[in-house]
């Protein structure tokens, strides 16, 4: 369910028109809803509430670092997820509760460890043995206990893409699962350290429920084996990873089948449980808009060249990942449809954002919506090519608000130094 619908042959971000945004801010641009995110986040927290279980919402930052769009979420009650200082401060900044924030993370480092204990924020998940000796030494020094669950690797296959799945033994992240026992047990005995419990993330955009019903078992497992040695285990942090759709026709697990699983694999263990959603949260959230530039027939194919490239959204390039391509003027529905590929202007062939995609005929000025473009879109651009960041803008019923601005040359070319030899 999303708020992006055509309205009188013109697409429509709730209340307001793409195009007069566009008008406002030049393309490309990211555009995200309101009241989408208010949606996601309510019927994420209804399937919670529905299966009776304990759980705090921190949203994944990493998916959508916009401060507008966390604060949207916070304002529902939702925390935080963050993976650096970086995010933490944003959280922070966006008003999350210090005690509705976790910490993940591979390679935290002291700084960043040390910054999170300072802020008081809820837990931190720990996930090498190195990570559990350097926090207990660095909160005995600061006279602190550091709330942690340790997260574990599960060694189960996400069945999803290579780049994004994080629970096999071959991954870097969480400990070892012969070893998990072992340093649970450690770690609730360091004077530093506040053992809480558990945590888990076994990647992102799955699609089927089996993998994370299969990890959470073993999570189950795990915590009945830890009350028998005597370790305490009270929480349970079970990450993110619940796939969306990207194209009409998909469909990924519910959040009410999804929460029905974690009732039946963790419900009456009487811990206090925390999701970490991302992709689920804002992906079908936001769109990235952007203009044709040129039609380019080569005699073999049909090339449509539009202003958005893929330092501003590197899924289709990185992940082979498919998102819609929206026209903003609304197609006549007799419109004839031909088979295009759409790139855009960065000099390497892999900035082609879909190939032989079936589109009405598209011409120069043009306006386009890439769809499902919230999560992971923007927080993964760059200004290689030297292009300016693209700017977001958030819209609620018929108000809109750029809420990153772009920036112009100079502000791209302000931490640039030349030394003095030449
Ligand atoms: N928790 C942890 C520990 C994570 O590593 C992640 C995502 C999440 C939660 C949120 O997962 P989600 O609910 O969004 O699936 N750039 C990639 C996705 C990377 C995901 C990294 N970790 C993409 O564009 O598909």
């Known amino acids: 369910m999303n708020h992006f619908h055509y309205r009188d042959g013109r697409l429509f971000v709730e209340d307001k028109a793409l195009a007069d945004i566009a008008a406002e ?7 995200y809803a309101s009241a989408t995110l208010a949606r996601h986040y309510d019927v994420f ?11 705090a919402i921190c949203f994944a930052v990493k998916a959508n670092a916009s401060l507008a769009v966390i604060r949207t979420l916070a304002q529902r009650g939702c925390g935080a997820d963050v993976v650096s200082e970086g995010e933490l401060r944003l959280a922070l900044r966006a008003g999350v509760p210090a005690e509705r924030i976790v910490f993940s993370g591979v390679g935290k480092t002291g700084r960043e460890l040390s910054f999170a204990l300072v802020s008081g924020i809820r837990q931190i998940n720990v996930e090498s043995l190195p990570e559990l ?3 207990n030494a660095l909160a005995v020094r600061m006279g602190r206990r550091a709330p942690v669950a340790v997260r574990v ?3 189960v296959d996400a069945h999803t893409h290579a780049k994004i799945s994080t629970g096999a033994a071959e991954h870097k992240f969480g400990i070892a699962w012969d070893s998990a026992l072992a340093v649970c047990r450690h770690a609730d005995e360091l004077p530093g350290i506040d053992f809480r419990g558990l945590a888990v993330h076994i990647g992102s955009q799955l699609t089927e429920l089996a993998p994370f019903a299969q990890a959470f078992a073993k999570v189950r497992d795990l915590t009945l084996a830890l009350r028998e040695a005597g370790v305490p285990v009270s929480h349970l942090d079970l990450g993110g990873g619940l796939g969306v759709p990207y194209a009409p026709g998909e469909e990924p697990p519910s959040p009410a089948a999804y929460a029905a699983m974690v009732r039946e694999t963790l419900g009456g263990l009487g ?6 959603p991302g992709r689920m949260l804002v992906g079908n959230a936001g769109v990235l808009v952007a203009k044709v530039i040129y039609v380019k027939e080569t005699g073999t194919k049909t090339f449509v060249i539009v202003d958005a490239a893929m330092n501003d959204l590197i899924r289709p390039s990185m992940y082979s990942a498919h998102h819609e391509v929206i026209p903003v003027a609304e197609p006549a529905p007799d419109a004839e449809i031909a088979p295009v590929d759409v790139v855009g202007p960065i000099c390497e062939t892999g ?10 005929p598209l011409a120069a000025g043009d306006l386009v919506a890439f769809g499902t473009a919230g999560a992971y879109g923007a927080v993964m651009s760059s200004s290689y090519n030297g292009r300016p960041l693209v700017p977001e803008v958030l819209v609620k019923g018929s108000q809109s608000c750029v809420t990153r601005r772009r920036p112009d040359y100079e502000d791209m070319l302000a931490l640039e130094t030349l030394p003095n030899w030449l």
Do not use: H, K, Q, W
């Open 25 to 31: 801010v030049g393309t490309p641009f990211y555009c």
């Open 45 to 55: 927290a209804a399937a919670i509430a529905d299966n009776g279980l304990d759980a």
């Open 133 to 135: 000796e350097s926090l």
């Open 153 to 155: 690797n599960p060694d």
């Open 271 to 276: 811990c206090a449980l925390m999701f970490e």
């Open 351 to 360: 900035d082609t954002f879909g190939r032989a995609m079936l589109l009405p």
